[in-house]
């Protein structure tokens, strides 16, 4: 998939001003705790080994080999509406989208980020991006989750993201490879 | 069935344009003006509670400000009319138009059979026109159509009305038809809209007491006391309420109203818990329709009220599965509720996606086979037992004097609505005290 992702969708689009540790959009891994943190401002996504203030904890207790792809301010440009990152492995894939939600507004945010989302999912299919083998999930990652109350219109979200990519839309600041 | 209600400074409401079919949703926060459309649909819905015959050989009625003023007072909105007050309803059976103070009542279904009757006199001749009109009807009216065919046709026909139907037409024969639409359209012009009040557990505790009140005269409401009258004219033997809890029945002895609890013990209606008493008032009415033929509209105010947000869920799975899709306008039921509750709205919402679910299976183009299709139609019904077509569901949001429809008609599910920005604001407030006890602790 990275080879793939390399040929379709290129490299990093910022390389000549970019001061990441990480210079590549691509970043393969295969320890048992993986963080990401989004640090806002038009910064990609920062991969750490160890950081407990992250938005997301990625966990891969066989240590399987997983790329890390930095999609906004990195892989793509301005142009384009995308999510934060996307995290894969041999057989899952996730698209994920950071809001900082502790200004308020999770509504907006959800709604934004669910817009966010749809678009990376559109913008994959037209690149001719095959994910029919892999589990797929996007993932609205809260810097605080909550399942209550219910919401009808986030399950509806659920659904016609299962109807129109088949993938899962979640949201929480786990995933487990 | 369809139809249309635009209402323009009626108390909070500024201006809505409703397309209404047969389930449908008002939210919204406290005084938004969700109450005063539903009780605005349930008296235009059946206009002829209101409106007297001023010639009774024609179709002619009386309408006069006090009239319909004395309708709006008796559903407690009659202080929501203004001057400039615009009132608009539109169905297949009537229309009514309200402005300057003067409303203007075009009863359609009525005028047809005026003119079936002026046509009747020379049928031979107006035999195309009167088939036209007998067509027009029959295809909106299902009952009408059978009551047609079998005047035409014979008492055990199964046929339905066509246009070769015409050629058993008599003065007779015609007579008769007319009698039937005639008795039809009063029926569905007078008693198909049934208002389900919020107080509805009140009539549980007056009902043994309504000669005292009456007598000392105080003030109840008339559209509760309609609707508790409503209540006890439908009786029904017995209710599984085992959906609220184990085993628990109700039942209707001798005209008593009892619970029986699993363990077999018994105890009145007014001394069970305030989410049965809350419940019963409105299964009654709309059980006591599942037996009976011909169209009601509800409107429930507040589903929820009083009930367990699994129950609110039971509660709606039970009352949609009760419910006959209105495809005829003499058919069938409407269910309009408003609610606040979070619950009430993703169950709506399952029901929608339940028959999405089997919609989407049986429209399947390579032809999907018949076993697996009801493999997946009994998979989605061990989960829900019951479901609603979005074609026929509308919701709508009322907040600042308008209404916005949070329907998503190319998904037919719920969008983003107050109800659920509300649970979101309920969590905004927890980040940001958490935020607080964080920042307090670096202090």
């Not at chain 1, 797929?136 to 986030?154: E, G, H, L």
């Not at chain 2, 400039?84 to 309200?98: C, G, P, Q, R, V």
């Not at chain 2, 559209?223 to 409503?230: S, T």
């Not at chain 2, 399947?364 to 569901?393: C, H, L, M, T």
Request: contains cysteine; aromatic residues 10%.
């Amino acid at each position: 998939m990275e080879e793939f992702l390399r040929i379709r969708l290129g490299d990093c689009k910022y390389n000549h001003q970019s001061k990441c540790a990480h210079p590549s959009p691509y970043v393969i891994l295969d320890s048992p705790n993986i963080f990401i943190t989004d640090p806002g401002g038009e910064f990609p996504v920062k991969i750490a080994l160890e950081d407990h203030d992250a938005h997301l904890a990625v966990s891969n207790p066989n240590g399987t080999t997983v790329c890390v792809v930095k999609t906004d301010n990195c892989l793509f440009n301005d142009d384009t509406k995308k999510c934060d990152c996307f995290v894969f492995s041999n057989d899952k894939f996730y698209s994920v989208e950071i809001k900082e939600n502790s200004s308020g507004n999770r509504n907006k945010k959800r709604n934004k980020a669910v817009e966010q989302l749809t678009a990376t999912f559109e913008f994959l299919i037209r690149s001719g991006i095959d994910l029919s083998p892999y589990e797929v999930k996007a993932i609205i990652c809260f810097s605080r989750n909550d399942q209550y109350p219910i919401r009808a219109s986030s399950n509806s979200q659920r659904a016609i993201f299962q109807s129109r990519f088949n993938a899962s839309l979640e949201e929480g600041n786990v995933i487990t490879i | 069935m369809r139809s249309s209600l635009v209402v323009k400074n009626f108390g909070p409401i500024d201006f809505v344009d409703l397309d209404l079919r047969n389930v449908n949703v008002f939210i919204g926060p406290q005084a938004s003006g969700k109450s005063a459309l539903a009780k605005l649909l349930t008296i235009m819905k059946a206009p002829r509670r209101f409106l007297r015959f001023t010639d009774s050989s024609k179709s002619s009625y009386e309408h006069t400000q006090n009239s319909f003023f004395g309708i709006l007072e008796e559903y407690n909105v009659s202080s929501f009319l203004k001057r400039n007050t615009e009132i608009n309803f539109s169905s297949e059976l009537h229309d009514i138009k309200y402005k300057d103070g003067e409303l203007i009542y075009t009863p359609k279904l009525l005028n047809a059979i005026d003119e079936i009757e002026l046509l009747k006199s020379n049928f031979e001749h107006n035999t195309d026109r009167l088939t036209m009109l007998i067509k027009q009807i029959t295809n909106k009216f299902i009952f009408i159509n059978l009551h047609v065919s079998r005047i035409l046709h014979g008492e055990h026909s199964k046929i339905l009305f066509t246009s070769d139907s015409a050629k058993l037409f008599s003065s007779e024969k015609l007579d008769a038809i007319i009698s039937v639409l005639k008795e039809t359209e009063a029926n569905l012009s007078s008693n198909t809209a049934l208002y389900i009040p919020s107080e509805r557990a009140f009539i549980n505790i007056i009902k043994n007491a309504s000669l005292n009140l009456i007598h000392n005269n105080v003030p109840i409401p008339k559209h509760i006391l309609a609707f508790g009258a409503e209540v006890e004219k439908s009786v029904i033997r017995e209710i599984d309420l085992s959906f609220l809890h184990k085993k628990l029945i109700y039942r209707n002895i001798n005209g008593e109203d009892r619970i029986f609890t699993e363990h077999g013990d018994n105890i009145k209606l007014t001394e069970a818990a305030s989410g049965i008493q809350s419940v019963l008032p409105v299964l009654i009415p709309i059980l006591h329709h599942q037996g009976a033929a011909g169209h009601r509209s509800f409107v429930i105010e507040e589903p929820e009220l009083n009930l367990f947000p699994l129950a609110q869920y039971e509660l709606i799975k039970k009352l949609e599965s009760t419910r006959r899709e209105a495809v005829w306008d003499d058919y069938g039921s409407i269910h309009t509720y408003t609610t606040h509750s979070p619950y009430i709205l993703s169950a709506l919402n399952n029901l929608l996606y339940a028959n999405k679910i089997i919609s989407t299976e049986r429209e399947f183009k390579g032809g999907i086979q018949n076993d697996k299709r009801k493999k997946i139609e009994n998979a989605v019904s061990q989960v829900v037992s019951s479901n609603i077509n979005p074609y026929y569901f509308t919701a709508y949001q009322i907040r600042d004097g308008r209404a916005e429809s949070i329907i998503d008609r190319n998904s037919g599910l719920i969008m983003n609505n107050y109800i659920d920005e509300a649970s979101d604001t309920l969590a905004d407030d927890f980040d940001a005290l958490l935020n607080i006890e964080k920042q307090w602790r670096n202090f």
